[in-house]
């Protein structure tokens, strides 16, 4: 199932894995971003742990892209390849090819006899 922590595009191979969560934001204090200039190691990592980020499990940024549809689904309903344009439905995980075949009817079941 594709999502946030692939790796690699299934369809093109392109590299989605980013950086890792915790260097990244040593490095923007080490580079000079006044919002973490005075932060300690122990604090940028506490940063990074609101990204789910532990040292005994590092996590990364990710170059997939989330496809959110107004109206449809409050959160992201597809994920999109930055490289090769491939569309994965995240609940289903099926390869849907294009953004619009996210959306699919939803089929409700009514009981008219009620
Ligand atoms: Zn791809």
Redesign the pocket.
Known sequence: MVNEQTEN?P??N?RWRGEDIYEHFLARRDNGDVFYANKTDEEILETASSYGYTLESPQYFSHLIGIEIRGYYDGVAGWK?P??G?VWNRFTGEEVGEERRLLTPVISITNKNN
Do not use: I, L, M, S
Request: charged share 10%; aromatic share 0%.
């Open positions: 595009c369809k093109c392109a390849c490289a090769c491939q």
